[in-house]
């Protein structure tokens, strides 16, 4: 089974910035697609943005688009999510997910492994 592990939250001020790394261990996979999600309390989980690890191709959610960058590290199996001019409306607990298909997909339910997910808090 795959593990993963999600880092680097904290609380930073409006327009600042966090990077969230996400560690893989256990079983490796030729190709996999790794997505990060957010849910914010009484807010459903929705898609920020995912990687595919032998292309590096990405797809990120509009909200997030031209802020966040996703990017990963194929040989350590990390994913990191590099976060910029953060608002108030993105602070949620983060969650990486793996997608053994390799599909860059914002469905939740696609993905086959999570994380525990990581604190995001924006202050205004």
């Known amino acids: 089974q795959v593990q993963l592990v999600e880092s680097g939250g904290g609380l930073v001020q409006a327009g600042g910035s966090l990077r969230l790394s996400c560690a893989a261990s256990?079983?490796?996979?030729?190709?996999?697609?790794m997505g990060w999600f957010r849910q914010a309390p009484g807010k459903e989980r929705e898609f920020v943005a995912a990687i595919r690890r032998n292309d590096g191709i990405t797809y990120y959610a509009d909200s997030v688009k031209g802020r966040f960058t996703i990017s990963r590290d194929a040989a350590k199996n990390t994913v990191y999510l590099q976060m910029n001019s953060l608002k108030p409306e993105d602070a949620a607990v983060y969650y990486c997910a793996a997608n053994l298909l390799a599909i860059l997909t914002p469905i939740p339910r696609n993905y086959d492994y999570w994380g525990q997910g990581t604190q995001v808090t924006v202050s205004s």
């Open positions: 256990g079983r490796t996979f030729s190709n996999y697609a």
